[in-house]
């Protein structure tokens, strides 16, 4: 769950003229064609000031004309305002007004995961920074100028200064820029998000001490402590390989004390901070990205078909599964270790029919199936791509395709059927 400031400024800074005009935004390309499908299918709850929300109302008919409703948006919206403004009849919408971090709670709990995206204006972005409470900026930036204008992000932030995540090309027109807000050095505050991965069965409240956290921390002579990382992956791992025969189950926790880096375990994604407080538990994460790495060029509706030349083995057979993962780690070695010369692409899918484990990746190293990688004999549906993620080290991949290239040596095929 993070909580974005997702937004389309002109070069020189603004966001909308100064009498709220976004005349200049809509010839730069279509919201379609952008981000935005894969960036709100992720958001749970949003808030806004009152001149965005007026904006809409303004523009209800071409509101309409785009989404078939006056209200443009399913998720629970919290709009800031001290006025009285007009009601959108079957929007779930909530007036508010005063401190954000005074309703920051009611919206997690309505995002139910997912995340909050702060909509506008700049201002109301900045309330959000000031309490601590906003992760990323995600700007897409037009090749307009306008001059003077509502402004982006009036706040100065110099030092630690924005994370450039990401840098994406969208047409001849746009630019789109993703930065982390960095707020301080230490582990616990630079994420808004923590996960911890164990078989225990707990609830929103309960708290997870280092006493009964026996399979998630503390096991390398120190001091007893709790594990948790910002890592989704690392602790859908720390759950697969937890002691106990229940479900591996991933709760989002907070920390209730300082938090430290934990020593690094190679291999696999580990969980890699720990605190010897409790943590306490805020909910449970029980819906999945499914992801598909791969070298194609797909666009989202694309369907992925069985009946492609396998990336390992015998490459004179034709695969009769299509294969996918809850884990963007394995998805990435997916990417990586696809046959051919483009740039690995890392899809979010939807499967089409029954799935089942992998055998590959299954009961094989480590029991259960950590990576929980999946196939199916029916194609996956492509919703979206994953544009900013982080290959593995270059030593890393050639150790893997040696490791391949050998079992294939030894006449090992994958299980394909
Ligand atoms: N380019 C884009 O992607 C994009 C995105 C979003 C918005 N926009 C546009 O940009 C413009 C933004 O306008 P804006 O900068 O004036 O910002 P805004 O945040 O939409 O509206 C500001 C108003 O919201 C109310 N408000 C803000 N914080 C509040 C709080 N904590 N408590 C109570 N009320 C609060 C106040 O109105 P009252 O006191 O009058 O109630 C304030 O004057 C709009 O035209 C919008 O359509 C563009």
């Known amino acids: 769950m993070k909580i974005q ?20 935004l ?31 109302l303004r523009h209800a008919d071409e509101v309409i004309a785009e989404t078939g409703s006056p209200w443009p948006y399913t998720q629970p919206a919290w709009v800031f305002t001290h006025r009285s403004l007009p009601e959108v009849a079957g929007a779930d919408i909530r007036f508010v007004r005063g401190d954000v971090a005074e309703v920051i709670d009611a919206m997690r709990t309505a995002a139910q995961g997912k995340n909050i995206w702060v909509v506008g204006g700049g201002e109301l972005a900045g309330q959000f920074y000031d309490a601590g409470l906003l992760d990323e900026l995600i700007v897409q930036v037009g090749s307009a100028t306008l001059g003077r204008g509502k402004p982006l992000f009036p706040r100065q932030v110099l030092s630690p200064v924005l994370r450039l995540v990401s840098v994406q090309q969208m047409g001849a027109g746009m630019v789109e820029l993703r930065y982390q807000v960095s707020r301080t050095n230490t582990p616990d505050a630079t994420h808004s998000q923590f996960y911890h991965g164990t078989r225990a069965d707990l609830h929103p409240g309960d708290q997870i001490t280092p006493d009964d956290a026996s399979n998630a921390g503390g096991q390398d002579g120190t001091a007893p402590a709790v594990s948790l990382t910002p890592n989704l992956d690392a602790a859908i791992w720390a ?71 396998p990336n390992f083995g015998n490459r004179d057979r034709t695969t009769t599964y299509v294969y996918f993962t809850r884990t963007l780690d394995a998805a990435i070695w997916g990417a990586e270790l696809a046959a051919g010369d483009g740039p690995g692409r890392i899809y979010i899918v939807e499967p089409t029919g029954p799935v089942e484990d992998d055998p590959n990746l299954t009961d094989q190293r480590f029991r259960g199936n950590p990576t929980k990688s999946y196939r199916s004999r029916e194609p996956l549906r492509v919703t979206g791509e994953v544009t900013a993620w982080q290959g593995h080290p270059p030593e890393a991949v050639k150790a893997m395709q040696d490791g391949l290239a050998k079992l294939e040596q030894l006449g090992v095929e994958p299980l394909d059927d």
């Open 239 to 309: 759950a697969e390989l937890a002691d106990g025969d229940g479900p591996g189950r991933v709760y989002t926790v907070e920390p209730t004390g300082p938090v430290e880096d934990a020593p690094p375990q190679p291999g696999h994604p580990a969980m890699a901070h720990r605190s010897a407080a409790p943590l306490r538990v805020t909910g449970e994460v029980t819906t999945w990205r499914l992801y598909h790495g791969t070298r194609a060029a797909l666009q989202p509706g694309d369907l992925i078909q069985p009946g492609q030349t």
């Open 5 to 24: 400031y997702y937004v389309a400024a002109t070069l020189d800074g603004y966001i909308a003229t100064e009498d709220d005009s976004l005349d200049w």
């Open 26 to 56: 809509f010839p730069l390309g279509s919201t379609q064609e952008s981000s935005y499908p894969e960036f709100i299918a992720e958001v749970g709850a949003l808030a806004m000031g009152a001149a965005t929300y007026e904006w809409v």
